[in-house]
T-cell receptor
Framework: AQSVTQPDIHITVSEGASLELRCNYS??????LFWYVQSPGQGLQLLLK??????LVQGIKGFEAEFKRSQSSFNLRKPSVHWSDAAEYFC??????????????FGTGTRLTIIP | GAVVSQHPSRVICKSGTSVKIECRSL??????MFWYRQFPKQSLMLMAT?????????EQGVEKDKFLINHASLTLSTLTVTSAHPEDSSFYIC?????????FGSGTQLSVL
């Protein structure tokens, strides 16, 4: 069965500093990988996704993520965070065959706090 | 702008009562909607797939008689938690697929006393 681990429950970063949120997955075949962000009172918004091809994917709001098969990781990065990036971030995975059925498996989320 | 609207955002109810949560797709028709649930410190888990005009498809371990799903129109799906108990307290969120992207509602935090 597929699973996703986000080791960091809560991360605090200074505004302007760089950010890396970790995500490790467990899945036998090539996975479809996603990062979502949830701001307070808002729905989950897709930041970026990886299906195939270039392992470094660019997303919205200046985020990027790198798929590393050898490490079973899909870490999210941003070179310089803004106060508006404070939110909950979710990594998710599903199989290509299940994508149409939306059987996404989510991590438990990482809450990001930004300090001045 | 928002693609999916979910109401209410928060509800507190007494044990034994039923609670209805609405999920609406805005400006487009959705034949399929999805309901997820997240218990504290756990992952979002798919509960069921709501199909317009037909019965919902429930994931293993989800009681269909307890979590009633109605998808009577192309823009509205409702999830009713019947005879709610404290163990049903959770974060419920719906989503809709549009052009290979999933759009999520803002979620409903249910607290059963």
């Amino acid at each position: 069965a597929q699973s996703v681990t986000q080791p960091d429950i809560h991360i605090t970063v200074s505004e302007g500093a760089s950010l890396e949120l970790r995500c490790n997955y467990s899945y036998g075949a090539t996975p479809y990988l996603f990062w979502y962000v949830q701001s307070p009172g808002q729905g989950l918004q897709l930041l970026l996704k990886y299906f195939s091809g270039d392992t470094l994917v660019q997303g919205i709001k200046g985020f990027e993520a790198e798929f590393k098969r050898s490490q079973s990781s899909f870490n999210l990065r941003k070179p310089s965070v803004h106060w508006s990036d404070a939110a909950e971030y979710f990594c998710a995975v599903c199989s290509s065959s299940n994508f149409g059925n939306e059987k996404l498996t989510f991590g438990t989320g990482t809450r990001l706090t930004i300090i001045p | 702008g928002a693609v999916v609207s979910q109401h209410p955002s928060r509800v507190i109810c007494k044990s034994g009562t039923s609670v209805k949560i609405e999920c609406r797709s805005l400006d487009f028709q959705a034949t399929t909607m999805f309901w997820y649930r997240q218990f504290p410190k756990q992952s979002l888990m798919l509960m069921a797939t709501s199909n317009e005009g037909s019965k919902a498809t429930y994931e293993q371990g989800v009681e269909k008689d307890k979590f009633l799903i109605n998808h009577a129109s192309l823009t509205l799906s409702t999830l009713t938690v019947t005879s709610a108990h404290p163990e049903d307290s959770s974060f419920y969120i719906c989503s809709v697929r549009l052009q290979e992207k999933l759009f999520f509602g803002s979620g409903t935090q249910l607290s059963v006393l």
